[in-house]
C-alpha cells in the first residue's frame, strides 16, 4: 500500500513537470521551431499544439490569403484604371487636341483680325497723313491735264475707257483734207500731208458724200452748210469759233470767209462753247446719249490745240455720251470743242503710229481727215 501511494506521487510528479516542460516549449515553440527534436513524449504534444494551431488560425491564413487576393486583385484592378486612365487620358489627349486645333484655329483667326485692324490703322493714318498733305500727295507724279506741254502724246483713263490726247507743239498748225484726189474713201493711214505730226478722222460722210456738211477749204467752197451741223472756224489769227449758219449763206459771207480763214467745215454737234459745256445741236444725233467710241477736237485758251479719241465698244473701253465727253474736254482745259465722226470711224495717229484701238479691229475707210502739220 505504502508503496503504491509512492508510485501514484511520482507518476503525479512526472505528468507535473511534463506539462510544465510543455508549457516552456510551447513558448519557445512560437519563436524558435527547431525544438521539435525533443523527446518522443514532447514532440507529440508538440505536434498535437502545432495542428491544433493550424486548425484552430484558419482565418488568419484565409485573411492572408485574402490579402494576396486582393493584394493581386488591387494590382490588376490598378492595372485596369490605369489603361483606363491611359485609353481616358488618350480621349481627353484627342479631345485636347480638338480642342487645341480648335484654339489654333481661334488664335489664327485673332491674329488675323489683329493684322487686319493694325492694316487698317495703319490706312488709316496714311489717309490722314494723305489729308493732311493734300499739296505733296497731288504734285507727285502729276501732270496738269488742263496745262499739258505742247508737242505731247498722253493716254488718261476716263468713264472706263482710253482716252488718247495730242496737245499741239511750237509752229504747228490745223488742216483738213476729204480724202485725198483719185479715191473717196481711204483708212487715216492712207490719207497723208506733208510735214504731218498728228492725225485724227475727221467729218460725217456717207454714200458717196465724202463730207456732210459745209466744206469750205483753202478758199475752195464745195458744200453748202447743213443746219444739223455746227460749223468749225478757223481763222488765220489762230483763233477757234463755233456757229450754225443752217441752210442759207450770203455769197458776202462767203467771200468773208475766204479772207479771214483757212477753213469753215460742218462738224457735228459742240460740247464745249466759251468756256462752258454746251451741246448745241446734240439733239439731231440719237447716239449722243449713249457710250460710243468718239473723236473730239478742242482749243485751249493758250490757244494749243487738242486731239481727242475715246476707244470704246468693248469690254475694256465703254465709249462716252456726249456730256462725258464735255466734261472730259473741260478737264482737258478746253474752252472751245466740237465732236466729230466717231464710233467705228474713230482713228487716231501720231508720228505714223496708231494710237487708239479702232472698235471694228481695224482701221475703217473714211471720207476726210484733220491734221496737226509742221
Request: proline fraction near 3%.
Amino acid at each position: 500500500m505504502r508503496y503504491y501511494i509512492i508510485l501514484i506521487g511520482f507518476v503525479l510528479i512526472l505528468v507535473g513537470c511534463g506539462s510544465v516542460e510543455e508549457v516552456v516549449l510551447e513558448q519557445e515553440w512560437v519563436s524558435s521551431p527547431h525544438l521539435l527534436l525533443k523527446s518522443d513524449n514532447i514532440v507529440r504534444e508538440l505536434q498535437f499544439e502545432t495542428i491544433y494551431r493550424f486548425e484552430t488560425a484558419p482565418e488568419d491564413t484565409a485573411v492572408i490569403e485574402d490579402e494576396e487576393e486582393s493584394v493581386e486583385d488591387a494590382v490588376v484592378i490598378e492595372d485596369a484604371a490605369i489603361i483606363e486612365d491611359e485609353s481616358l487620358g488618350a480621349g481627353l489627349e484627342e479631345s485636347n487636341a480638338v480642342a487645341n486645333g480648335g484654339d489654333n484655329v481661334e488664335k489664327e483667326k485673332r491674329r488675323d483680325t489683329e493684322k487686319d485692324e493694325q492694316d487698317s490703322k495703319k490706312d488709316k493714318v496714311e489717309d490722314s497723313e494723305d489729308a493732311f498733305f493734300p499739296e505733296e500727295k497731288k504734285v507727285e507724279n502729276v501732270e496738269p491735264r488742263d496745262a499739258l506741254p505742247g508737242g505731247t502724246y498722253r493716254k488718261f483713263r476716263y468713264f472706263d475707257s482710253d482716252v488718247h490726247v495730242y496737245v499741239s507743239g511750237p509752229g504747228e498748225r490745223l488742216a483738213v483734207t476729204n480724202g485725198g484726189v483719185g479715191s473717196s474713201f481711204r483708212p487715216l493711214s492712207g490719207i497723208s500731208l506733208p510735214n504731218e505730226v498728228a492725225k485724227i478722222n475727221f467729218g460725217f460722210f456717207g454714200g458717196e458724200i465724202r463730207h456732210i456738211g459745209m466744206y469750205l477749204v483753202d478758199g475752195s467752197y464745195t458744200s453748202t452748210p447743213d443746219d444739223r451741223f455746227v460749223d468749225l472756224h478757223y481763222y488765220r489769227d489762230g483763233r477757234i469759233e463755233i456757229k450754225n449758219y443752217g441752210s442759207d449763206l450770203a455769197s458776202s459771207e462767203v467771200e468773208r470767209l475766204r479772207e479771214e480763214t483757212y477753213f469753215v467745215v460742218g462738224t457735228s454737234y459742240s460740247v464745249v462753247q466759251n468756256g462752258v459745256k454746251n451741246l448745241e445741236n446734240a439733239h439731231h444725233f440719237n447716239h449722243s446719249t449713249q457710250r460710243r467710241p468718239r473723236t473730239v477736237f478742242g482749243q485751249r485758251s493758250d490757244g494749243r490745240f487738242l486731239f481727242v479719241v475715246v476707244d470704246g465698244g468693248s469690254r475694256s473701253n465703254a465709249g462716252v455720251t456726249a456730256e462725258q465727253s464735255a466734261e472730259i474736254m473741260l478737264d482737258l482745259g478746253s474752252v472751245q470743242a466740237v465732236n466729230l465722226d466717231g464710233g467705228g470711224s474713230s482713228t487716231f495717229i501720231v508720228d505714223g503710229v496708231l494710237k487708239n484701238r479702232p472698235s471694228d479691229g481695224f482701221e475703217r475707210n473714211i471720207g476726210s481727215a484733220m491734221f496737226l502739220v509742221r
